[in-house]
């Protein structure tokens, strides 16, 4: 896989109150932390390492790749976008003229890169570094822009990952296509659109979680009346204390002030015509959403919102109670699954995975 050193632009994190402060507000900010001078643009290509020690330790590459890598299928998507999420990213991107936060691209992980990067950061000062309170991590960036280590690096990729996987960014890598096409469009053919900002980690570095679906019945079906439904393809139990869905096929029901534990029954699982590779996100979309309530089309749909996969308890059980609507907890994805499905070409819902590390706002840019 090739990947590209660019021109980045980094933040002075002195000139600004706190890191977190800045993390927090650079994305609805940037455009007021540049006309400050907060930013400064390179004035080399590079290569950017970021690690993080702490609780959840991951390193990353931050290098450009072409946007025609996830057409030719070297980077390959698992998911759904939302087409009014696409929107709102088109509008952010077009009024920054900036990607303020790298694709997450996640790649089966080779000793030779993970040697190259943990000899050149005993090597080398990194040009930024911080401390985090909440969670509590020390972000460290190295910058890669000697020649030799730029093909050393380059090379590498070329030679070892021939396939890699975005983990989080399907809307900013759609979005971007779309710019891309609309400006070769107009005879435009060296559009600062073709390289996709990218940030690649290994996935032993990477952990993934579910989201929460949060479904309004109400307009369909009572609460009661919503259970039995359920029960034509779920065994059903009341649970008095909490516990995760621990493993594939269960799920968690709050509805109203109670919760259940659910788990498919067979026939669902084993009904005619199923994929080899049956995944809860398909299953719940096809039997609950659409058998149950006749929600058919889930990208557009406003009676289904989600909760990431890192949010407490509580507030899955607040949600459920305070506005009626019922709460699903899956058993989240495994990294197998999520590559058998990009590999056989398909795609899951929008918001079938959720996963860590989130890549930060902000540290390194690159403009358009």
Known sequence: MKIFPFLASNPDLSKVSSPEHFLKTVSKEYPIYKAKGIFSKMDEAAFYIHRVSGLN????????????????????????????????????????????????????????????????VLKQVPIMEFHLDQPEELHQIWKISNQKDIEIISWLFDKMVSRAYIADGHHRAVVTAQLLQKEISSGREDSDFLRLLCMFIPFSDLRIYDFARVVDYSKKLDGIAFLNKLKDYFEITPMENYSNPDKKHELVLFLDDMRFHLTWKQHVINAPGASDLVLDVDLFNLYVLESILGIKDIQNTELVTYIEGIAPTKKLMETAFLTGKAVFKLFPLNPTDVIKTAEAGQVLPPKSTWFEPRVKNGLVIKEF
């Open 57 to 120: 330790p991951y390193t990353g590459l931050i290098a450009c790749s072409d946007i025609t890598t996830i057409s030719d299928g070297e980077i390959l998507g698992h998911e759904n976008t939302i087409s009014v999420k696409e929107e709102a990213i088109t509008h952010l991107i077009l009024t920054r003229r900036a990607m303020i936060k790298p694709i997450l691209i996640a790649y089966e992980g080779h000793h030779d890169i993970d040697e190259f990067i943990n000899q050149f």
